[in-house]
């Protein structure tokens, strides 16, 4: 753990962002670029955990503070309106529970899954994205991989010009669909190489290598498909760039196949639907935590999450949106719900926050992220200054990076009309 000396000389080293939008606190809220950093440096992934529940942060920086591990907290821009938690209400709920926990767990606030499909859509982003970084946030993922590839690249150049070099920044090419759609190396060389071309310098690249978000429905031959061996050479492919592989669409794999991420380019996990099966109390496979489904629904545990009486609530408004009782859609009863589960019973918020800890310990381990939170605090104070800009250079042509140069070029992009965004 670092000394009092240090937290306190790293508290003034805060990006500006930060101490400029929590005057007063003493959280560690850092920017995912240092984070990334330490993570490659120490081979460790660190956990981004989707926050649909302010409970859910709660228990996991309560974990992060007992493993002394950095983590990360997001919310993707679709989550924002179908939960209680948002980009202006995040900050401060982390803040409260730092405080609560007696400060120093290191964390960073990541804008997740900032789709972007249209000229519109980036026209706004680029409004909401500073202003949400004005409040604190510390880490953006631009996500505009719905379009083809030479969009792509034009998007995510557009928002990221607007987001400040000492913010995180992750971006998406291929969609994330399931099992059997990959990224190819070819796409991920044009799309981290044009983005450097134009002096955009990406931490995170997140790629469709076979996972989805999600419930894996065993009923159905559902399973995790995670391609590593792609991964990895996706991996080697973009190194060069000084980028590395965020893996999304972890709840649901096994902890053993999770703990070999680190050897394939991984250094960032999302994990999220996870978090709201232990909201709900739902029964879980014990090595993945993918939500059991029986005849059709979801399994609830009378001795976990919310108590039945809630559940069975939950139960009759989904089904009078004409939802199945193993729908994903019941992500979005987060909202409707949101005051009754926070207001809850102290015997019931103690059990989440219990068991979300637990989980949460266990993904650290996995990940070999204990201890970096005070690597994250000794990095940042070493270097005397709150700016983590990259220390990286342009090296690509960007006359390489045509819309006639791209992998997707002159193929024809069918539109499934689904949302695959969070």
């Not at 004005?134 to 505009?144: E, K």
């Not at 071309?197 to 894996?216: C, R």
């Not at 196949?257 to 991984?266: D, P, S």
């Not at 997707?408 to 689904?418: F, I, L, N, V």
Request: net charge negative; aromatic share 10%.
């Amino acid at each position: 753990m670092s000394s009092s000396n240090e937290y306190d000389r790293f508290l003034q080293l805060r990006p500006l962002n930060v101490r400029n939008a929590l005057p007063g606190s003493r959280c560690a809220l850092v920017s995912v670029r240092d984070i990334a950093a330490v993570a490659i440096e120490k081979q460790a992934i660190v956990m981004a955990a989707n926050i649909r529940n302010p409970l859910s942060a709660f228990g996991i920086m309560r974990a992060a503070k007992k493993a002394d591990s950095f983590v990360i907290l997001e919310l993707a821009k679709s989550e924002a309106g179908y939960t209680g938690v948002t980009f202006e209400n995040l900050p401060w709920y982390a803040m409260q529970f730092s405080s609560l926990i007696g400060d120093g767990v290191v964390y960073a606030l990541h804008m997740d899954h900032y789709a972007i499909k249209s000229e519109a859509d980036r026209d706004m982003a680029v409004i909401k994205v500073p202003k949400a970084i004005s409040m604190g946030w510390t880490s953006v993922a631009v996500d505009a991989s719905h379009s083809p590839d030479s969009e792509n690249l034009i998007y995510t150049r557009d928002l990221a010009m607007h987001i400040p070099p000492y913010i995180g920044l992750e971006a998406e090419v291929g969609e994330i669909r399931g099992a059997g759609v990959l990224t190819t190396v070819q796409e991920a060389e044009y799309f981290v190489g044009g983005l450097n071309s134009w002096g955009i310098f990406p931490d995170y690249l997140a790629i469709s290598n076979g996972s989805k978000h999600g419930t894996y429905d065993s009923s159905k031959g559902e399973g995790e498909g995670i391609d590593l061996r792609r991964t990895g050479q996706i991996a080697a492919a973009i190194a060069p760039y000084g980028c590395v592989i965020a893996q999304h669409g972890i709840s649901g794999t096994p902890l053993d196949k999770v703990g070999h991420f680190r050897e394939y380019g991984i250094n960032k996990g999302n994990v999220g639907t996870l978090w709201q099966n232990i909201l709900f109390g739902l029964e879980m496979d014990p090595v993945s935590g993918n939500a059991i489904i029986e005849n059709g629904s979801y399994v609830k545990r009378s001795d976990r999450g919310v108590p039945e009486g809630l559940w069975n609530d939950i139960v009759d408004w989904a089904d009078s949106q004409g939802w199945e009782r193993n729908s994903g859609n019941y992500k979005k009863v987060n909202l409707p719900f949101h005051s009754r589960i926070m207001s809850l019973e102290e015997r019931y918020r103690s059990r989440i926050l219990d068991e979300t800890e637990k989980w949460a310990l266990r993904f650290f381990e996995a990940f070999g992220s204990a201890g970096t939170g005070s690597e994250v605090i000794r990095r940042i104070a070493d270097r005397g200054d709150w700016n983590s800009a990259p220390l990286r250079g342009i090296t690509a042509d960007r006359k390489l990076f045509s819309s006639s140069s791209a992998p997707d070029a002159g193929s024809e992009r069918t539109d499934s009309g689904e949302d695959f965004s969070d």
